[in-house]
């Protein structure tokens, strides 16, 4: 295996503590990495591959004769410790996130899964497991990024409904009594009590300017 920039590729077995020299060939999707080794012929390709990205090395099964190849699907995590056995019992959003994050050579990858371990105690492991998969799938492996997903995943399962009781919002029952006018009440007498008769109106007054 050599390195390039941060990511790694295969090189003929037989190249083993032999000296290669690696360039960058085209760019964007196109983009390939070459691998000339300088012998007894001159220089000579020995490999090439499609760029890759740190924690994603490329490998050419025939640089391998004496190897098994691996056939290509999902793979087996075997935990490395209680922490990350904890983590991974989450789900299988939890085994995309790691295998996903590995991949992008995200720092700090203990610390985020004990975040989502206590995460899924606090909440729900079914939401939490659905967050790490969300992460895995659009590569959200920053601080902060769990959480992030898992309120708004929250939020969509939560309703708010306001009502009459549960408003701030000034009610109509007000609005009811316009064009309504009590009935006079009755006396004991059974007689109908007169109301009150209404306020005299404020005299007016006309002012003048004098000089």
């Known amino acids: 295996m050599v390195t390039f920039e941060n ?6 077995a037989h190249l083993l503590g032999a000296r290669v020299f690696v360039r960058a060939h085209g760019a964007g999707p196109d983009e390939q990495v070459i691998v000339v080794h300088h012998g ?16 994603s090395p490329a490998i050419d099964d025939a640089h391998f004769p004496d190897h098994t190849p691996k056939i290509p699907g999902e793979y087996t995590i075997v935990p ?16 995309a996130w790691l295998l996903e994050a590995a991949a992008a050579g995200t720092a700090r990858m203990n610390l985020k899964m004990a975040e989502a ?25 920053a601080n902060g990024d769990l959480a992030s997903i898992l309120n708004s995943e929250t939020t969509k399962h ?13 009610g109509t029952a007000g609005w009811a009594a316009i064009g309504h006018h009590p009935e006079p ?17 404020l005299p007016r ?3 003048s300017w004098k000089r």
């Open 117 to 141: 371990v206590t995460l899924a105690k606090m909440t729900s492991t079914a939401l939490v497991d659905q967050a790490l998969g969300t992460a895995a799938i659009h590569g959200r492996f």
């Open 80 to 95: 490395r410790s209680k922490a990350e056995a904890e983590f991974l019992s989450i789900g299988d959003g939890a085994r």
């Open 7 to 12: 990511g790694q590729y295969s090189v003929p």
């Open 40 to 55: 007894a012929d001159g220089p000579v390709e020995v490999a090439r591959h499609a760029r890759t990205r740190p924690g």
């Open 158 to 170: 939560t309703t708010h409904a306001a009502g009459e009781s549960r408003s701030l919002t000034q």
């Open 185 to 201: 009440a009755n006396d004991e007498s059974g007689e109908s009590a007169s109301l009150p008769s209404p306020r005299p109106p």
């Open 205 to 207: 007054y006309r002012l």
